[in-house]
């Protein structure tokens, strides 16, 4: 089966807002279903290693998994609206920690 780039976004954080950027990157099989993603908060201020990533979440290497300050652990997987939705309450907490 053929899977397409659904979405290949890159949104930029405005110095005043935390800095760094937002990536989402998301690729679907031809039934319109979720076979790779990409959700990361990058910001080399903050965390220069691992790209910048300070937090992510994707399913390469064959497993779902969260990346949180260079430290990768196995997450369960439920959906990627799921996903989707644990990045963000990551996201939320890490940008409302003093």
Known sequence: MAERKLH????VIAKRRGNGE????VWVDERGWVTRYNV????????????????GYD???????????????AVGFVSFED???QFA???TALRHTP
């Open 8 to 11: 290949d976004a890159r949104y």
């Open 59 to 73: 399913n390469a290497h064959g497993y779902h998994h969260r990346h949180y300050f260079g430290n990768v652990e």
């Open 83 to 85: 996903i989707e939705d």
């Open 89 to 91: 309450r990551d996201w």
């Open 22 to 25: 937002l990536r989402r990157e």
């Open 40 to 55: 990361a908060y990058i910001n080399h201020n903050i965390y220069q290693r691992d790209n910048g990533r300070v937090i």
